[in-house]
């Protein structure tokens, strides 16, 4: 009996002692640990040692032709895991979360147009001098706009009211591979909840895994910087997501596995496999999105008008909408095609008045065929 209470003494402080050495970790060390990484270790995307901060699907005819005009400085030092580009946002005022050298953001100038604005904001001085040193010289020589429709600005995606980002005050938020690298994903995400105006969304990449690591996963210098120790468990993102005001996340395409190159950062990590996810958060009133697909009667239809998406819209990994096709809706899907900045380009029929219960997700919306999961999500 006394050896069992003294073993299992020892296995109490070792969970207490891996518990304290994280949060340590994520008060003291990772915020610095990050910036090393990124501001020092990195010099350019060929000394990574995964696949999870490149990008692997091919973007868009109009992204392609943007990033061949970006800087070769601003390029060289990107490292992303996906690909965070709604179609045609045109006037948006876009926020991206951890901007790093800014090749998004530079994109995204182009993409918006001289009536949009873009922001980039980002910790790492050194990532912040690149995206800096070129703006103008983009914006007025390359693009041809009157006046730079860009800036970066130095904070932390935590706290981006000291980073001067005012409530309501974006309609779309972009982060490519960077939320795994806070110590505070509850916090960067009820701030992107803050400052996204009504019908805005958060559209983002980042990595994920399919469980919950390790304090030694956790607390790895290279697999942090990498953006695998920081990688938060699906189901765990989930459910901070809805917390913080999201309450229908979906999932914008088939998640893409990431490869570990390194053999000792593979022994650390075991059988954990790690995914690249674009997920879409949208806000509205509280109570207008709900957790279950809920059927009102209501059809939309794309009108064919995003630009490069002439024949179909894609919404998540279950709805494509071709162009001038009726397609009965759950009351989310309705709100998020038609209320949110997407609502100029589609057409809708019916509203809340009338409930017929749950939505029958099986009777065919607008899906591509392929069946799948949303991801967590309400639809499906």
Same mark, same amino acid.
């Not at 951890?98 to 980039?120: I, K, N, P, Q, W």
């Not at 005001?245 to 650390?268: N, Q, S, W």
């Given at each position: 009996?006394?050896? =069992?209470?003294?073993?299992?003494?020892?296995?109490?402080?070792?969970?207490?002692?891996?518990?304290?050495?994280?949060?340590?970790?994520?008060?003291?060390? =990772?915020?610095?640990?990050?910036?090393?990484?990124?501001?020092?270790?990195?010099?350019?995307?060929?000394?990574?040692?995964?696949?999870?901060?490149?990008?692997?699907?091919?973007?868009? $005819?109009? !992204?392609?032709?943007?990033?061949?005009?970006?800087?070769?400085?601003?390029?060289?030092?990107?490292?992303?895991?996906?690909?965070?580009?709604?179609?045609?946002?045109?006037?948006?005022? !876009?926020?991206?979360?951890?901007?790093?050298?800014?090749?998004?953001?530079?994109?995204? $100038?182009?993409?918006?147009?001289?009536?949009?604005? !873009?922001?980039?904001?980002?910790?790492?001085?050194?990532?912040?001098?690149? $995206?800096? &040193?070129?703006?103008?010289?983009?914006?007025?020589?390359?693009?041809?706009?009157?006046?730079?429709?860009?800036?970066?600005?130095?904070?932390?995606?935590?706290?981006?009211?000291?980073?001067?980002?005012?409530?309501?005050?974006?309609? #779309?938020? /972009?982060?490519?591979?960077?939320?795994?690298?806070?110590?505070?994903?509850?916090?960067?995400?009820?701030? $992107?909840?803050?400052? #996204?105006?009504?019908?805005?969304?958060?559209?983002?990449?980042?990595?994920?895994?399919?469980?919950?690591?390790?304090?030694? &996963?956790?607390?790895?210098?290279?697999?942090?910087?990498?953006?695998?120790?920081?990688?938060?468990?699906? =189901?765990?993102?989930?459910?901070?997501?809805?917390?913080?005001?999201?309450?229908?996340?979906?999932?914008?395409?088939?998640?893409?596995? /990431?490869? /570990?190159?390194?053999?000792?950062?593979?022994?650390?990590?075991?059988?954990?496999?790690?995914?690249?996810?674009?997920?879409?958060?949208?806000?509205?009133?509280?109570?207008?999105?709900?957790?279950?697909?809920?059927?009102?009667?209501?059809?939309?239809?794309?009108?064919?008008?995003?630009?490069?998406?002439?024949?179909?819209?894609?919404?998540?990994?279950?709805?494509?909408?071709?162009?001038?096709?009726?397609?009965?809706?759950?009351?989310?899907? &309705?709100?998020? !095609?038609?209320?949110?900045?997407?609502?100029?380009?589609?057409?809708?029929?019916?509203?809340?008045?009338?409930?017929?219960?749950?939505?029958?997700?099986?009777?065919?919306?607008?899906?591509?065929?392929?069946?799948?999961?949303?991801?967590?999500?309400?639809?499906?």
């Amino acid at each position: 009996m006394k050896q =069992q209470q003294q073993q299992q003494q020892t296995v109490c402080c070792g969970v207490v002692d891996d518990d304290a050495r994280l949060k340590t970790f994520e008060t003291e060390e =990772q915020v610095g640990v990050v910036q090393e990484y990124y501001g020092k270790e990195l010099q350019t995307s060929d000394d990574l040692k995964t696949s999870a901060c490149c990008t692997a699907k091919a973007p868009s $005819a109009r !992204v392609r032709k943007l990033l061949s005009e970006v800087p070769d400085e601003v390029v060289r030092k990107y490292y992303g895991c996906g690909s965070p580009f709604p179609v045609d946002i045109r006037g948006l005022r !876009v926020l991206d979360l951890g901007s790093g050298s800014g090749r998004d953001c530079y994109v995204c $100038a182009g993409l918006v147009g001289e009536d949009g604005f !873009v922001t980039g904001v980002d910790m790492t001085r050194e990532q912040l001098d690149v $995206a800096r &040193a070129h703006v103008d010289e983009y914006c007025v020589t390359t693009l041809k706009y009157a006046s730079p429709n860009m800036r970066f600005v130095e904070g932390r995606i935590e706290d981006l009211k000291s980073a001067g980002v005012e409530d309501e005050s974006v309609d #779309l938020i /972009i982060s490519n591979c960077v939320v795994n690298l806070s110590p505070d994903k509850r916090a960067v995400l009820k701030e $992107a909840y803050r400052v #996204l105006a009504p019908g805005g969304e958060m559209f983002f990449s980042d990595v994920y895994c399919d469980r919950r690591l390790s304090v030694e &996963a956790k607390t790895h210098p290279v697999l942090v910087g990498e953006c695998l120790g920081g990688a938060l468990y699906e =189901q765990d993102f989930l459910r901070l997501a809805r917390e913080a005001g999201f309450t229908d996340p979906r999932m914008y395409a088939v998640p893409e596995e /990431i490869e /570990i190159r390194d053999d000792g950062l593979k022994d650390i990590l075991g059988q954990a496999r790690f995914y690249s996810i674009t997920y879409r958060l949208f806000k509205f009133p509280d109570g207008r999105l709900e957790t279950l697909c809920e059927d009102y009667g209501q059809a939309v239809r794309y009108k064919g008008t995003m630009e490069e998406s002439k024949h179909a819209c894609v919404l998540d990994d279950h709805h494509v909408f071709e162009t001038g096709k009726w397609y009965e809706v759950c009351g989310n899907t &309705a709100s998020m !095609v038609a209320e949110s900045w997407m609502g100029k380009h589609f057409d809708v029929l019916g509203d809340r008045r009338t409930h017929y219960g749950l939505f029958d997700c099986d009777a065919g919306t607008g899906t591509d065929g392929g069946g799948g999961s949303s991801g967590g999500g309400a639809c499906c």
